[in-house]
Structure formats: C-alpha cells, structure tokens
Nanobody, 115 residues
Framework: QVQLVESGGGTVQPGGSLTLSCQVSEYVSRIYTLGWYRQTPGKERELVAH???????KYGDFVKGRFNISKDLTKLTVDLQMSGLEIEDTAVYYC?????????WGRGTQVTVSS
C-alpha cells in the first residue's frame, strides 16, 4: 500500500521559513516523480515543486527561488524548504507521487502565513 504522510506545517510570519516533509512508501520513492502541490479554497490545486526519478526539478512560477525541494532515498522522504514566505503562500500543501499511469496524494498539511 502506498502511503504519503506529510508533516511540518504550521503558522509563520511573513518573511519566515518552514520545512515540510513527506514520508513516502519505498515502492514509489525511486520510480515516481515526487512533489508538493498546494490548494486554497475556491482554487485548483497547483504545483509547488516536484523532482523526478532522474533528479530533474521543476518549480511553480510563483516560487521565484524561495523554495527548495529535495528527496532522500535512504530516509524515504521528500522535503520542501520554504523561505521568504508570503501571505499568499497560505494553503494546504499536499505531497504527491506520480507516474504516467497513476498518482497518489497525502492528506495535506496546513501552512498559514500571517502577521
């Protein structure tokens, strides 16, 4: 059974930093693209960042160098280090594992940026 378990969400002031971590099943860790998406009420879920099985990374346009995604195949984690957080980054962040045939989602973790 594939499981994606997020942790690390919380509340931070504008300009602050947070690191989100996703524990992934070994089955998907090596052959799936792993990433983070986010969603706010009334909006579609959008890509924050993902890293494929070859280590290629893609970020959403809004990231603008503020976030860094990394995966650790020993710990079976994919982390999202976020800095320079803005109020507009407030959202539920979801861990994702995908390939051309299927995808899996975590339950999500809330990130709130507020002064």
């Amino acid at each position: 059974q594939v499981q994606l378990v997020e942790s690390g969400g919380g509340t931070v002031q504008p300009g602050g930093s947070l690191t989100l971590s996703c524990q992934v099943s070994e089955y998907v860790s090596r052959i799936y693209t792993l990433g983070w998406y986010r969603q706010t009420p009334g909006k579609e879920r959008e890509l924050v960042a993902h890293v494929d099985d070859k280590g290629n990374v893609k970020y959403g346009d809004f990231v603008k160098g503020r976030f860094n995604i990394s995966k650790d195949l020993t710990k079976l984690t994919v982390d999202l280090q976020m800095s320079g957080l803005e109020i507009e980054d407030t959202a539920v962040y979801y861990c994702n594992a995908s390939n051309p045939l299927r995808q899996y989602w975590g339950r999500g973790t809330q990130v709130t940026v507020s002064s």
